[in-house]
T-cell receptor, first 114, second 117 residues
């Protein structure tokens, strides 16, 4: 079974400051890793995903994440945030055993302060 | 192109009533997923369709929940004898093939907010 832990439920950060949203996972098998963003009144949108290869993954809107297998982490980073980045961010995993569903964390609400 | 659409956007019902939630996936996507998102939680998997058949329904909480996708396109999630605990946002997603153990990107709809009074 898989589980995802997002340690921070809320992260306030000033505009143009860097941000890191933490994600740790637990799984008995190899996994794929995802970050989704949910803007108010909108559906979940994929930011980036790690399937294999380079552990540093670049996504949309200037976000990137680094897969660390030894620490079972997949933290999301952005060097300079904008007001428009205010949203809920979800980390998710799926396993390579064949199941296609995603297991989500509880989410981190990023609030960018002007 | 058009994304995943869900209707209605909001549904208020009384305890014990029957409800149907509809999902229109992206055209050409063979895989379709239903998730449920309770307040303050991440989405939880309910059921996955590959074409017309339910390939994995392990997330359905009990036999009051049922979903169909008769023509391999539109799907309907049906909830019988609704309970207050069923109140949540029900999300639908679709992906092109559903293959690859979840690697195939899932595109989500805006959700249906169900409130059971």
């Amino acid at each position: 079974a898989q589980s995802v832990t997002q340690l921070d439920s809320q992260v306030p950060v000033f505009e143009e400051a860097p941000v890191e949203l933490r994600c740790n996972y637990s799984s008995s098998v190899s996994v794929y890793l995802f970050w989704y963003v949910q803007y108010p009144n909108q559906g979940l949108q994929l930011l980036l995903k790690y399937l294999s290869g380079s552990t540093l993954v670049k996504g949309i809107n200037g976000f990137e994440a680094e897969f660390n297998k030894s620490q079972t982490s997949f933290h999301l980073r952005k060097p300079s945030v904008h007001i428009s980045d205010t949203a809920e961010y979800f980390c998710a995993v799926s396993d390579l055993s064949g199941a296609n569903n995603l297991f989500f964390g509880t989410g981190t609400r990023l609030t960018v302060i002007p | 192109g058009a994304g995943v659409s869900q209707t209605p956007s909001n549904k208020v019902t009384e305890k014990g009533k029957y409800v149907e939630l509809r999902c229109d996936p992206i055209s050409g996507h063979t895989a379709l997923y239903w998730y449920r998102q309770s307040l303050g939680q991440g989405p939880e998997f309910l059921i996955y369709f590959q074409g017309t058949g339910a390939a994995d329904d392990s997330g359905l909480p009990n036999d009051r929940f049922f979903a169909v996708r008769p023509e391999g396109s539109v799907s309907t999630l049906k909830i019988q004898r609704t309970e207050r605990g069923d109140s949540a946002v029900y999300l639908c997603a679709s992906s092109l093939t559903g293959s690859g153990g979840g690697a195939d990107t899932q595109y989500f709809g805006p959700g249906t907010r169900l409130t059971v009074l």
